[in-house]
């Protein structure tokens, strides 16, 4: 190297006493100044990548012509040799890729300082361990909770009595309390008339009516409690179809005493009845704020990811089993397991069964290839197509069937084209509830209340049903997909990966630019090199640019999409041809079933039972002597979690968390004047019932809100009509589904698949997008009922 220099550094004082005159054409991209000895030196001292690019092409010719006849060969002269240079902290993306160490062309990128790297290192060990102990001890302390909280109370026993009341008669039942201060839950089935019914009854005609009253009364003193009036139906009470009413009756005296029910009848007949009371039912106040104490808690454990979602949602439906026993309500084993929604929990494992025999087919690689396909290989016309599907099948399958036929599909083509599944899910997910909200059957809410008796004697059938529901449905489908695409601005966030091509560019850019700031501001011979190493940055960033764009639009690059389309047609084809034929079949029964239930006529097998039917159909046909890989292929976590969640909701409702909100949402709406009540009970059940139902599981909420519902519309002083009521509540309690993770059954089931797959969707992830999105939906459908209902009246 010593000789070399020597030569460049005699050839320079040569050239300072007679520049040669160089062709244009060699040099034609050098702006300014010629090659001298100087910049012959900055380039020699360059990476070798570097040195030898075509680009720079005239430094090697200058260098060859001057020293061709050298014994020093080209490649000992400098090739070798690179200068360590630092890291750009201009471009840190450019170096997300690289280990602790790696050398690139000669730079060493090893960091200086390892010991820094250890400290930090044990200290987070330290802080995980102490995180485990927290953790360790907050979950040994719900189990002593609930624990020492079922071997302490007793299971709650609720009285029941049967008797009747003659024209003219009062009597009086002993509850064998002694108290100055009582509260007394009543249920009562008997010959009465229904809430609704009630509350459409006039001043006049309530008076006029035949009445049962019931009263608490304190024997030795004569104090008596408020009276509690039930209206007695017209015609004779023999074989009529009883009616339950319930109440809390309270009384506060100033002694104690003996306190006894006593009821009396205005009826001329005899009034047969059955009585179920408890003494001192849960305090409403002191319930709302543990239910919410334990909605919080699980939702910390589920954000945080603190434990296992499954596991959080047992302990916590635990606890709360564990509250209410405190409080003198604890479940029979009975009456907890007529807490779990049987119908969903059938539905969904016979669902899983189905889809785990047709998996093996390789129907759904099949399909993802198909889609590919189709779509020509672009990213936003696939996304496009499976949301499409998704929405269009919600309408008429219920969603959570549609959500376990659909994501082995998109899970199988994203990784055929190395996108992230996760995003593309969330986005399928979110339109498969905006599907299912358009008609009664798509989703459980709307089942709930298209099945509702108040419902159905308002008019309300499937046509009616789904024609005012698509037309608000069509809107937020627009809104949300416009959305998406804004979310999704920047593509790089539905890829695994930076494609390979993209990645090679900008790691060579990272050389250049490094390059670029190792050589000093001294000398107009360094001015040279650099204007020159400049020039190359600019080219590769143009052709940089030019490649994302492209990239941003295609998720396989055009010319490679029909090489790339037959190796994946000879890799993912039909495993098992008569397997599939079978699965066809039974899968085909389902569907066709399941859209029979839009019609009342043929609607005597519930979704559940059609699912089981179909899976024992396809078991039999597969005549498989082996169940038990299929069974390992059925989600049991998320089985488990869904009866965890049901648990605590209906422990949730027994706090009356649940009441609470219906019970403010009416009052809320009764403080507002006449003319205006109309859009402000619209405005308030929607957004009431869609924010409730993101935190709350929708199908307790729309069980108690359809009651709220046709209560107001019911009620005489309000004068309001329960049909848009009706659309209010179905948007709410469906839409709203879409704003957390444990929002919509269908969301837990898809991010279920998604981790029996390998892809984890966490509760943060799913809230980023769902939540504003969900904002959206409501802020349309608002829009939408305002327009019909308070502009032009639809109803």
């Not at 005699?10 to 040669?20: F, G, I, Q, Y």
């Not at 700031?517 to 001294?522: D, R």
């Not at 839409?735 to 966490?762: D, F, P, R, W």
């Amino acid at each position: 190297m010593e000789k070399l220099l020597k030569k460049v550094k005699d050839w320079r004082s040569v050239s300072r006493n007679a520049e040669p005159e160089l062709s244009r054409s060699q040099y034609s991209l050098v702006s300014t100044g010629e090659l001298t000895a100087e910049a012959l030196q900055v380039w020699l001292k360059l990476p070798r990548k570097i040195k030898y690019d075509p680009d720079l092409e005239p430094f090697q010719k200058r260098y060859e012509k001057e020293f061709a006849q050298s014994d020093i060969p080209l490649e000992q002269n400098g090739a070798r040799e690179s200068k360590r240079l630092p890291l750009v902290k201009s471009a840190p993306h450019l170096n997300n890729n690289k280990e602790d160490g790696q050398v690139v062309d000669g730079i060493d990128e090893k960091p200086n300082d390892e010991s820094l790297g250890h400290k930090s290192s044990e200290k987070q060990s330290k802080m995980a361990q102490a995180g485990h102990y927290i953790k360790m001890c907050f979950l040994l302390g719900c189990w002593t909770f609930f624990t020492l909280a079922f071997l302490m109370y007793n299971e709650k026993e609720h009285t029941t009595r049967q008797s009747a009341l003659y024209p003219g008669e009062t009597k009086t039942y002993s509850l064998n309390v002694s108290s100055s201060d009582l509260a007394v839950y009543l249920k009562l089935k008997g010959p009465f008339l229904t809430e609704q019914s009630e509350d459409k009854l006039n001043g006049s005609e309530f008076n006029e009516s035949n009445k049962f009253v019931v009263w608490l009364e304190q024997m030795s003193t004569g104090m008596v409690s408020k009276q509690w009036p039930i209206v007695l139906q017209d015609g004779d009470f023999d074989f009529s179809i009883g009616e339950s009413r319930s109440s809390v009756l309270k009384i506060s005296t100033n002694s104690s005493g003996d306190i006894s029910l006593r009821m009396t009848s205005t009826a001329n007949e005899s009034a047969p009845f059955t009585i179920t009371y408890t003494i001192d039912p849960i305090d409403a106040a002191t319930g709302v704020i543990y239910a919410c104490i334990l909605l919080c808690g699980l939702y910390v454990l589920i954000i945080f990811e603190i434990i296992n979602r499954t596991m959080a949602a047992i302990i916590i439906a635990t606890a709360a089993l564990g509250v209410i026993s405190i409080l003198g309500e604890r479940p029979s084993l009975p009456e907890l397991i007529s807490w779990l929604d049987v119908e969903t929990l059938l539905l969904l494992f016979s669902m899983m069964i189905l889809v785990a025999i047709m998996a093996e087919t390789g129907m759904f690689d099949f399909l993802a290839v198909y889609t590919f396909e189709v779509t020509k290989g672009k990213l936003w016309p696939l996304i496009t197509v499976l949301c499409a599907i998704t929405a269009l099948l919600s309408t008429f399958l219920d969603n959570v069937t549609t959500v376990l036929l659909m994501t082995p599909v998109t899970i199988r083509l994203c990784e055929v084209m190395d996108m992230d599944p996760v995003p593309i899910l969330m986005s399928m997910v979110l339109f498969s509830n905006i599907g299912g909200t358009a008609t009664p059957v798509g989703d459980p809410p709307n089942v709930i209340i298209a099945s509702n008796r108040a419902v159905v004697q308002a008019g309300i059938n499937f046509t009616n049903f789904t024609m005012h529901m698509t037309l608000g449905i069509l809107l937020v489908c627009v809104q949300t997909y416009f959305q998406l695409r804004f979310i999704y601005r920047d593509t790089s966030k539905l890829r695994l990966n930076v494609p390979r091509d993209i990645q090679d560019l900008r790691h060579q850019i990272s050389i250049w630019r490094r390059a670029i700031e190792s050589l000093p501001h001294l000398s107009k011979d360094t001015h040279v090199v650099r204007e020159r190493l400049e020039r190359k940055m600019r080219k590769l960033n143009a052709q940089l640019e030019v490649m994302v764009k492209e990239s941003s639009k295609r998720v396989c690059p055009k010319d490679t999409f029909h090489t790339t389309l037959t190796q994946l047609k000879d890799k993912y084809k039909i495993r098992d041809m008569p397997l599939l034929l079978k699965a066809t079949f039974a899968i085909t029964f389902v569907v066709v079933v399941f859209f029979l239930h839009s019609l009342p006529e043929l609607n005597r097998v519930s979704l559940g039972w059609t699912a089981l039917l179909g899976a024992i159909l396809l078991l039999t046909l597969a005549d498989r002597e082996d169940l038990e890989p299929i069974l390992h292929r059925v989600e049991w976590s998320t089985l488990l979690f869904f009866a965890a969640l049901f648990v605590l909701m209906e422990a949730l409702s027994k706090l009356g968390l649940i009441e609470f909100i219906g019970g403010l949402t009416e009052a809320l709406i009764l403080k507002v004047d006449e003319g205006s009540r109309l859009a402000v009970a619209l405005i308030l059940l929607l957004w009431v019932s869609g924010v409730s139902s993101a935190f709350v599981d929708n199908i307790p909420l729309t069980t108690m809100m359809v009651r709220v519902v046709t209560t107001l519309g019911s009620n005489p002083t309000l004068n309001l009509p329960i049909q848009p009521l009706i659309w209010a509540l179905s948007f709410g309690a469906c839409l709203g589904g879409n704003g957390t993770l444990i929002g919509a059954s269908a969301n837990v089931v898809c991010a279920g698949v998604a981790e029996q797959h390998g892809y984890k969707i966490s509760f943060v992830q799913f809230f980023k997008i769902g939540f504003p999105v969900m904002i959206g939906h409501l802020i349309v459908a608002t829009a939408y009922l305002l327009l019909c209902h308070c502009v032009f009246t639809w109803h």
